[in-house]
């Protein structure tokens, strides 16, 4: 039974990237709003600490799933085992992202660049591959992805993560419209500025404290993800939605 204070009581919800910064506040303000989590990420310390995080404010235990999005196989796995065990998912949110080497275009390394493509956007076209059937086998399936300002800024340097987000963009987009005439909404979050080890690295000498907490977002993705909430299309800028934040993204 759904409440104000929890209005994702019943609702399954997949988050990678669950063990650190934007991911990872977003699975517990998630799972406080009632959803049972299953969070997904690399380091099974992580996400057992965000186990106990979640555990001390509801009295529940997510699902954990120690997986690196990278290996294929595992995804299509983990949609098979989910299926098993749930049946449906109703919340799907791939935040899972790395920034790699900010360098002029010319200068970028294969190996980096098939990193950066393969864990940006590779793994989240396979993400939403393995959990079509579940989202539609929900009463109000919702994908959301965070992408960056850079997809469309295209700023000297960030070529690689910029593609990278542009294609996630796309592929959004068009999932989106192909689930137009089912009750699966598909869409991008573009969170702004936020105090992650990401912006730290790619902004060294900012003062975090001058850059919002992860943990600001979570309300925003929760009403976004309520099954009674008809989000927008395309990407929803979280600056745009009464917030501040700088120009470049995560």
Not at 48 to 61: C, K, M, Q, R, Y
Not at 219 to 247: I, T
């Amino acid at each position: 039974m759904t409440t104000t204070d929890t209005p994702l009581a019943g609702r399954i919800a997949l988050v990678t990237g669950a063990t650190r910064g934007i991911g990872n506040a977003i699975a517990l303000g998630l799972a406080k709003a009632g959803a049972h989590v299953i969070a997904l990420g690399r380091t099974q310390g992580a996400l057992e600490a965000l186990d106990d995080a979640i555990f001390a404010a509801t009295g529940e235990h997510a699902t954990l799933v120690p997986l690196d999005l990278r290996e294929a196989d595992g995804l299509d796995h983990l949609g098979a085992a989910l299926h098993q065990r749930f049946g449906k998912l109703d919340i799907l949110v791939g935040a899972a992202g790395v920034l790699g080497a900010l360098t002029p275009v010319g200068h970028l390394d294969p190996k980096g660049w098939d990193m950066i493509m393969s864990t940006n956007l590779t793994a989240n076209w396979r993400l939403i591959r393995a959990m079509d059937p579940l989202l539609r086998a929900s009463d109000a399936g919702r994908a959301i992805f965070l992408t960056s300002s850079v997809a469309k800024s295209h700023r000297a340097f960030w070529g690689a993560y910029a593609a990278s987000k542009a294609g996630l963009e796309a592929i959004v987009d068009c999932y989106a419209d192909e689930m137009e005439n089912t009750k699966v909404r598909a869409f991008c979050i573009d969170p702004g500025a936020m105090r992650t080890k990401m912006r730290a690295g790619a902004f060294p000498g900012e003062d975090p404290e001058t850059v919002q907490d992860p943990a600001e977002i979570a309300p925003f993705v929760v009403d976004l993800a309520r099954p009674g909430r008809e989000p927008p299309k395309g990407v929803v800028r979280f600056k745009e939605r009464g917030q501040e934040s700088a120009s470049v993204s995560r």
